[in-house]
């Protein structure tokens, strides 16, 4: 159980905690929410230890494990499934203790414990979470140093995955991961066995992975029962109830006042002028909601083209020789909404580019309206802003012939109000940056918006002021999103990036979804290989293997043999020794579980080295 109990804190004299207290039970899954900046990414380094609290307690269970991603994986020459692996500590320490220990006690510890964290499947769950994650089983065998700072964040979400702490703390973990990762965390962290503390902006992931909502605000903490949707019925409700009884309240004090002021200086009145005033004194003041900020885009509206707008014939796309996407025969109206659907690495970006004309086509034939402007959004772009400049120097050098009050009034249309206009992009937030990015693709007023994971970074307000933006927008839409929620109320075509074409995808995206979580399999299926006599090294590692798994089976016959003679104690069955007797109980289930794995690990073995000697 996590108990935050009473706590302060504040960051350079701005109070961020007074007296905050909530208690998360062990077991649940638990999203974290609240406006950027009031302090949620501060309580997860609090709970962590990193910072230290000016008041207050947060209590977990001794020996309880809390982790999290870590900012990024190094780039080192070390495989993929290897990193992860090695992010288990307790895992690899407790194998390499095993190999050394001879104290009979020791050794009933640690094969305990192994069993415990289920040790003995490490490599399939690991290659399993990062298949998950996007990476086959070429790519898990390939350093960490042949992927970029984003895919290497995936490898950091895996190590923290597999390790299993007993408080799992993540930080808008959707931020660097596709749709079809974002769904497949959805439904592993549904399964997690422990507890789970997220924060994001997702939809989806809120109200598929979690149980409770974590609402930060005015300093507070306060734990809602349900997903995200139950919450955001419950707050409206309550802010409704309190608009109204404040509302109420200012009618009263109004109708109190007027008394008094109208017989305070009237004799016969006096006495009762002087109870209203008291009575007002007495009055606990209720405040109205505050009122969230705006948040809305602006996207300016194109003139209508004839469509089609673009018309691929028989077309082909991709780097070399080579191409990624072939015979593609599509069609783009002005009043399309398109979601591309795919696989990572199936060519959803390939096409992107295709259609903004920043690839050409290798073979066939693209047509497009002479007039048609494109507007192309990509994730990246936020990091490609000069981080030197202020928005407003950024507007002006696209628009230079406008006046600074036009220009100002085009960066408030999308949230970057007086303060942010000349602040430079390094002190603006994620979000803000974003909101920059789409102002700047949408300048033009484009006939055609393509737009490549816009919610990263975007809290939860702007996301649904994006929504309403794209609705009331008059342009065709590519979407590109991990965000699930986002797609299913903007897009009304599904089009599915798959095995080198592109073709609309019939079922809805609940069916997409189903269909991704349904198949466990590799996407990438190993060919035969031809029958070859093993090489002595491979024989001798063969009977390695075997004699590992007699000797680890030998230690867990040992240890269930002790657990049985203290199982076969009378004294145990005592009135008032239930509780101790359920918890060797439950040790003993355990040791036969780790046997009956053990046996089948040596079984797989013994039948291996079989096949080999011939």
């Known amino acids: 159980m996590l108990r935050i109990s009473d706590i302060n804190y504040s960051v350079e004299g701005r109070p961020l905690f007074e007296g905050a207290s909530a208690t998360v039970p062990t077991g649940h899954k638990v999203g974290l929410v609240g406006r950027n900046g009031t302090g949620k990414t501060t309580l997860f380094k609090l709970i962590r230890g990193e910072l230290t609290l000016d008041g207050g307690e947060i209590e977990l269970p001794s020996r309880a494990r809390v982790g999290g991603v870590a900012q990024e994986v190094p780039s080192s020459s070390t495989s993929l499934i290897d990193t992860v692996l090695e992010a288990d500590v307790e895992r690899a320490a407790l194998l390499a203790e095993a190999d050394t220990a001879t104290d009979a006690h020791r050794i009933a510890e640690i094969q305990t414990r192994l069993s415990d964290i289920d040790a003995w499947s490490a490599e399939g769950r690991a290659a399993s979470i990062l298949r998950g994650l996007g990476f086959d089983a070429a790519a898990q065998a390939r350093p960490c140093s042949d992927f970029s700072g984003g895919w290497r964040m995936r490898v950091a979400l895996a190590g923290v995955l597999?390790?299993?702490?007993?408080?799992?703390?993540?930080?808008?973990?959707?931020?660097?991961?596709?749709?079809?990762?974002?769904?497949?965390?959805?439904s592993y962290l549904a399964r997690y066995p422990h507890t789970v503390m997220i924060i994001s902006h997702d939809r989806g992931l809120l109200n598929r992975a979690v149980g409770a909502i974590l609402h930060l605000e005015a300093k507070k903490l306060t734990?809602?029962?349900?997903?995200?949707d139950t919450f955001a019925r419950a707050k409206a409700a309550k802010l409704a109830v309190q608009a109204a009884?404040?509302?109420?309240?200012?009618?009263?004090?109004?109708?109190?006042?007027?008394?008094?002021?109208?017989?305070?200086?009237?004799?016969?009145?006096a006495r009762q002028a002087q109870s209203r005033v008291k009575m007002l004194e007495k009055m606990t003041p209720i405040s109205a909601p505050e009122e969230a900020k705006s948040r809305a885009f602006a996207f300016p509206s194109p003139e209508e083209l004839s469509p089609p707008i673009i018309a691929l014939d028989n077309a082909a796309v991709g780097y070399t020789e080579q191409p990624v996407l072939k015979r593609l025969n599509l069609r783009i109206d002005q009043?399309?909404?398109?979601?591309?659907?795919?696989?990572?690495?199936?060519?959803?970006?390939?096409?992107?580019?295709?259609?903004?004309?920043?690839?050409?086509?290798?073979?066939?034939r693209m047509i497009r309206s002479g007039k048609l402007r494109i507007g192309y959004f990509a994730q990246h772009q936020v990091d490609e802003l000069h981080i030197d400049e202020t928005p407003l120097q950024h507007v002006r050098s696209l628009r230079p012939d406008e006046s600074p009050a036009k220009?100002?009034?085009?960066?408030?249309?999308?949230?970057?109000?007086?303060?942010?206009?000349?602040?430079?992009?390094?002190?603006?937030?994620?979000?803000?940056?974003?909101?920059?990015?789409?102002?700047?693709?949408?300048?033009?007023?484009?006939?055609?918006?393509?737009?490549?994971?816009?919610?990263?970074?975007?809290?939860?307000?702007?996301?649904?002021?994006?929504?309403?933006?794209?609705?009331?927008?008059?342009?065709?839409?590519?979407?590109v999103s991990h965000d699930m929620h986002l797609l299913s109320l903007v897009a009304d075509r599904l089009w599915l990036v798959k095995d080198g074409a592109v073709n609309p995808y019939e079922d809805d995206l609940d069916s997409y979804r189903k269909l991704l979580l349904s198949s466990d399999e590799p996407q990438e299926k190993p060919k035969p290989a031809k029958p070859q006599r093993p090489s002595k090294e491979a024989l001798t590692a063969l009977r390695s293997d075997v004699r590992k798994c007699e000797e680890r089976i030998?230690?867990?016959?040992?240890?269930?043999?002790?657990?049985?003679?203290?199982?076969?104690?009378?004294?145990?069955?005592?009135?008032?020794?239930?509780?101790?007797?359920?918890?060797?109980?439950?040790?003993?289930?355990?040791?036969?579980?780790?046997?009956d794995r053990a046996e089948a690990l040596w079984l797989t073995a013994q039948e291996k080295l079989e096949r080999a000697e011939g």
């Open 162 to 186: 597999f390790s299993q702490p007993d408080l799992l703390l993540l930080d808008e973990p959707t931020n660097y991961l596709d749709l079809e990762g974002a769904l497949w965390l959805e």
């Open 223 to 228: 734990l809602w029962t349900g997903n995200y």
């Open 245 to 269: 009884e404040a509302k109420k309240q200012d009618q009263r004090r109004a109708h109190l006042q007027s008394f008094v002021d109208r017989f305070k200086a009237k004799a016969s009145k």
């Open 335 to 364: 009043d399309d909404r398109i979601a591309l659907l795919g696989r990572n690495g199936e060519g959803k970006s390939t096409l992107s580019k295709l259609l903004a004309d920043k690839l050409k086509a290798m073979d066939g």
């Open 407 to 479: 220009l100002r009034a085009r960066l408030a249309g999308f949230g970057l109000m007086a303060d942010q206009a000349e602040t430079v992009v390094a002190r603006l937030s994620g979000g803000q940056k974003a909101r920059l990015s789409l102002l700047l693709a949408t300048i033009d007023a484009p006939h055609l918006l393509i737009l490549d994971e816009p919610t990263n970074h975007l809290d939860m307000e702007s996301r649904e002021a994006l929504v309403v933006a794209l609705t009331e927008y008059s342009g065709a839409v590519i979407l």
């Open 554 to 595: 030998a230690k867990i016959e040992e240890m269930r043999s002790k657990l049985a003679k203290k199982l076969a104690d009378p004294a145990l069955y005592e009135d008032g020794r239930l509780g101790e007797l359920e918890t060797w109980q439950k040790k003993y289930a355990e040791v036969m579980e780790a046997s």
